[in-house]
């Protein structure tokens, strides 16, 4: 439906996008997942000609939107655009703005218009918001009637930027789930996204996107479980852990804490696991506290979503020796605690450093 | 540091807030200390609003306990419950401490 | 009602302040008398800004403070609430006002005997000869003397006007007045410009056989008026001074007329006071009003142990209490102050009802005030609505990405925010509009609407600036083009944002249509000088004006209010009916 040749865009003297090339298909949801700044956003935006290209051609239905001649609006109207900030128009109410484009484009009566935008507003679960008007709505609520408003021109592909990045943790499910049904309804979609348990599994297909094109792309499976290239894996592992360095015992233990606490925003992770997490990491620092002044020690976490576990792992520099080992413990109380949230606690001597292993108990 | 106290007749309530953990863990023994040094034997400390607690809030617990008891006074504790009440579970500190689940129920204890 | 609230609120203080001004206009401060030119050394004087009498006071009393007035009202104004002691005018001038005002007298002495004539353009020869022939033949056959004995009374009998058949047709002669100078130049109630020279201007229009046509302009506005072909003539009781013979031409002179200076009469001021209460000591058993909680609250009850102290939660109050229900009481007000007096309520009131006859009924002058407030009315919303319309083309080539356009939109902005708007509206008069005869009134709307465009276009931009640049995007997205998304998604936002703004600056444009008076437009300004010219009235005209500039300024904003509304859907949400 929609083939890319050789697209490319410059800001100036800045390359975004160098040689894109991909092909997208009726029914295809694609997601596209990559560091920030790699293009991703701006070769959604390519797409649509929000941006427009600096070389290339698009084609859509064979017709190359790129050529002088080429109805752009027309083109648009098929391939509407969901914002990572709304974006709705925050003069109209939730139903004007389902209306406004169905009637002034596509000449729908008001009538027609209005029932189409209830039909819609049901499938996002807004019905009764009908009259509200975007300010009075919370972040997961527009985005789901930005949604509604892009279904309301009947596109044949819907891009999305970013649609939860501007949310809270505890809506970004709300507006997955509206994806999601589209999704199972058979839309094309193309989704730019940081959530990549989303990503897994609600696309056909994933293009990771680093330094201006696509640099590997293949099923979720092939992406996110076994990918081939090596700034792919590095880009998977990082956004599933975490890695806190301490070098000194006067390290910023609130810091440390506020990036433990973002990271488990990111995850999801219930109230309780938090907690323990927290506990083993402060129980831990206090145990290898003696040895802060001599020694380096990474703390890294990790979570596996297919495994349901939570990892974290103690590296730490010096000779040598098991930290929690009773012998050289003042009082147990802290291993005590430790153990009782710990599902297992490994000790190993790798590459000269001393790594201890503490997966987390299940709920 | 938030830590209020309010003072009954046979007992001193002592209400903390938020985490008792190893940032802050030094601040209360200091205050609990200091209490002491002023005259205080029997202390109530409220938990309900304390949402994580570590080795290092125990210990705190545990100083005071033995100064406390240097003076023959007392050191009970109230609405211990959720997360940190696993954590007084899993130490063994339930057993150690007496806990009563209001602070109603620690003043009349503390009359006895 | 809760507009009804909303009003009261609105109208309830400024009424108060309205007393208070009436109420303490009558308060006098030390005064100076003065008796001979001796005794004005150092006195405050009162001129005519670019009369004559400017440069005679400056000459001759360099000492002095010389304080200067567009018009005689104005300084009579002032010497009536002491911040003058003197006015320099014209005897004729002078005569009028100490008739209508008997606290004030003229000296014996003369500073000057001056020349009084016709100026005519430059280029102007031939009508210059002829005016100046006609002028001669008056003076030989006594016709001036004979106007000069029915013009400049000096008692209050009406004067003897002459009616002068005109022609109807043929070329209009333009004749440049200052008609706030009464005996020589007014308006009387039908609107006509009359007296000395009125009448002389219509003998020259009869001998010329031309119909004439008046322009009332500021005085100092009269020469430019003259040079740039908006006149023809200027008869006006002008002077031929040496400056002015340098721009224009003056005929022979046509009556001699003299500086004089204008001064209070020795006691009169000074006796009104001295009844009842003179001294703070006959305080002592009276009713006393303070404002509650003041430092004169405290000092009252201190010094005045016997008098009953009234609290007053604010000055206006007291100021109402004192004049309206507690007939026997004082107002304490920053220093021991003896305010108005008992016998004087009762006359306070015939004052009022005094001022309303001759400013509002006599010679049907709420016509001329009626007339006034529609023309200000017409300049304010045409400017207004010129202003809007021209204001987004200015703003479309700000924001346009053509550096040509963009420039030029630049340049209007900053040279039209840079001008003073009577300035402006004076260069647009008498320079761009010189050779063409435009009706004034559009000038002004031109000149009004010009500067309102540039403060608009601003606005505007800003506005439109401050919608998410998301907002546009969105639109886009869905298929608008760039026109439509302006107008459906753009548009409206900005509308909304920008009334608040919009409205004030539109209520400030009102507000500043009252200097159109500089390019003869009559407005309610005008109205309220023409008023002031002929009863010397000095408070009431202006306080009546006052309010009626807040009335346009409240009901227009009641307008506004209502676009606001209507600009905001949230408030005129409709339930959606539906499945």
Request: glycine share 6%; hydrophobic share 45%; proline share 3%.
């Amino acid at each position: 439906m929609i083939k890319i040749d050789h697209l490319s865009k410059s800001f100036g003297n800045l390359e975004v996008l160098k040689d894109i090339t991909v092909e997208i298909k009726a029914g295809e949801v694609i997601s596209i997942i990559g560091p920030s700044g790699t293009g991703k956003s701006t070769f959604l935006r390519c797409i649509n000609l929000l941006d427009r290209p600096s070389g290339g051609s698009i084609r859509i239905d064979g017709v190359d939107i790129l050529d002088p001649k080429a109805d752009v609006p027309k083109v648009r109207q098929k391939m509407n655009m969901v914002f990572q900030s709304f974006n709705l128009f925050s003069h109209l109410s939730v139903m004007d703005n389902l209306t406004l484009g169905p009637i002034k484009l596509l000449g729908m009566s008001k009538e027609d218009a209005g029932s189409k935008a209830v039909d819609l507003l049901k499938l996002v679960g807004l019905a009764e918001k009908a009259e509200s008007y975007p300010d009075e709505l919370s972040g997961g609520q527009k985005q789901r009637v930005a949604i509604a408003r892009c279904m309301a021109m009947d596109p044949k592909i819907i891009l999305f930027d970013e649609p939860t990045s501007a949310l809270d943790p505890t809506m970004v499910s709300e507006v997955l789930s509206v994806i999601r049904r589209l999704a199972k309804a058979g839309m094309t979609m193309a989704i730019v996204t940081h959530e990549m348990d989303f990503a897994r599994d609600v696309s056909n297909r994933v293009l990771y996107m680093d330094d201006g094109i696509i640099y590997e792309e293949g099923t979720p499976e092939q992406i996110f479980v076994h990918p081939q290239k090596e700034k792919t894996k590095t880009f998977i592992n990082r956004v599933r852990s975490f890695t806190y360095h301490i070098a000194s015992p006067d390290y910023d233990l609130y810091a440390m804490n506020a990036e433990i606490e973002t990271f488990c925003d990111k995850q999801i992770l219930a109230v309780k696991q938090r907690y323990n997490l927290l506990l083993i990491v402060e129980e831990m620092l206090q145990i290898y506290n003696p040895f802060l002044s001599k020694a380096l020690l990474d703390i890294n976490l990790a979570y596996s979503e297919k495994k349901e576990s939570l990892e974290v792992v103690f590296e730490s520099t010096g000779e040598a020796m098991n930290v929690l080992d009773k012998n050289l413990l003042s009082d147990e109380l802290g291993l005590t605690l430790i153990q009782s949230v710990t599902e297992s606690i490994d000790y190993q001597r790798l590459n000269n450093k001393n790594r201890v292993t503490l997966i987390l108990k299940k709920q | 540091m938030p830590i209020q106290t309010s003072k009954e007749t046979t007992a001193l309530i002592v209400t903390i807030t938020g985490k008792m953990d190893a940032l802050t863990a030094p601040e209360y023994e200091k205050k609990f200390s200091e209490l002491i040094a002023e005259g205080e034997i029997s202390f109530i400390v409220d938990f309900e609003q304390v949402d994580y607690i570590s080795s290092a809030g125990l210990r705190v617990l545990l100083a005071t306990a033995k100064r406390v008891k240097a003076v023959n006074g007392k050191l009970l504790l109230a609405n211990i419950t959720g997360v940190v009440k696993d954590v007084f579970e899993i130490s063994g500190f339930c057993t150690l401490f007496p806990t009563h689940d209001s602070v109603a129920s620690a003043l009349s204890a503390s009359l006895g | 009602m809760n507009k009804e609230w909303k009003m009261k609120k609105r109208v309830v203080p400024l009424l108060s302040f309205f007393l208070f001004v009436i109420a303490f206009a009558g308060c006098r401060k030390n005064e100076l008398f003065i008796t001979s030119f001796a005794d004005a050394k150092f006195a405050k004087i009162g001129v005519m800004t670019g009369t004559t009498g400017e440069t005679i006071a400056n000459a001759k009393f360099p000492d002095a403070q010389i304080k200067s007035f567009d018009d005689i009202m104005d300084a009579v104004a002032a010497i009536k609430s002491g911040q003058l002691d003197a006015i320099v005018t014209t005897s004729v001038t002078a005569l009028q006002v100490s008739k209508k005002n008997p606290e004030l007298v003229c000296l014996n002495e003369r500073l000057k005997d001056e020349d009084t004539s016709i100026a005519v353009k430059k280029e102007d020869e031939q009508l210059f000869a002829a005016v100046d022939r006609i002028v001669g033949e008056l003076k030989a056959n006594g016709t001036l003397a004979d106007m000069n004995r029915r013009w400049f009374k000096k008692e209050m009998t009406p004067y003897e006007e002459k009616q002068i058949a005109l022609p109807s047709r043929g070329q209009i002669l333009k004749i440049g007045v200052t008609a706030t100078r009464e005996p020589i130049n007014f308006v009387d109630k039908n609107g006509r410009v009359i007296g000395f020279d009125g009448e002389l201007a219509r003998i020259i229009g009869a001998r010329l056989h031309r119909p004439i046509e008046f322009h009332n302009m500021k005085f100092m506005a009269l020469i430019p008026a003259l040079q740039s072909g908006k006149v023809d003539l200027i008869i006006s009781g002008m002077t031929a001074t040496e400056e002015r013979k340098k721009k224009v031409n003056f005929t022979q002179s046509y009556f001699l007329n003299a500086q004089v200076m204008l001064v209070n009469k020795p006691g009169v001021a000074g006796k009104k006071e001295a009844t009842e209460i003179s001294s703070a000591a006959d305080l002592k058993d009276r009713r006393i009003g303070v404002s509650l909680g003041s430092v004169h609250d405290a000092y009252a009850i201190k010094t005045y142990p016997k008098a009953t102290i009234l609290h007053y939660k604010t000055p206006s109050d007291i100021v109402l209490a004192n004049m309206f229900v507690l007939k026997k009481n004082i107002a304490l007000n920053k220093e021991v102050r003896v305010s108005k007096k008992t016998g004087e309520i009762p006359s306070f009131f015939a004052g009022i009802a005094n001022s309303m006859q001759s400013n509002i009924v006599q010679e049907n002058r709420y016509l001329l005030i009626l007339e006034g407030l529609k023309t200000t009315v017409i300049i304010s919303v045409l400017s207004t609505f010129f202003g809007t319309v021209l204001g987004a083309i200015v703003c479309f080539m700000r924001m346009s990405k053509n550096a040509i356009l963009n420039v030029l939109a630049k340049t209007y902005i900053s040279i039209l925010r840079g001008t003073p708007v009577l300035v402006f509206l004076m260069l647009i008069f008498y320079v761009v509009f010189a050779s063409v005869n435009i009706d004034p009134v559009i000038v002004s709307v031109i000149a009004f609407g010009m500067n309102f465009a540039a403060y608009v276009a601003e606005i505007y931009r800003s506005g439109i600036e401050s919608i998410d640049k998301g907002q546009s995007e969105a639109g886009i997205a869905m298929g608008f083009t760039r026109v439509n998304t302006f107008i459906f998604i753009v548009l409206p936002q900005t509308v909304q944002r920008i009334l608040p703004v919009y409205k004030g600056e539109f209520i400030s444009l009102v507000k500043m249509t009252s200097i159109v008076g500089y390019i003869a437009v009559q407005d309610l300004t005008k109205a309220s000088d023409i008023i002031r010219s002929r009863t010397f009235d000095a408070f009431f005209p202006l306080i009546m004006v006052a309010v009626l500039y807040y009335l346009i300024s409240w009901f227009l904003m009641l307008f506004m209010e209502y676009a606001e509304r209507l600009a905001n859907p949230k408030l005129n949400r409709k339930p959606i009916t539906n499945a």
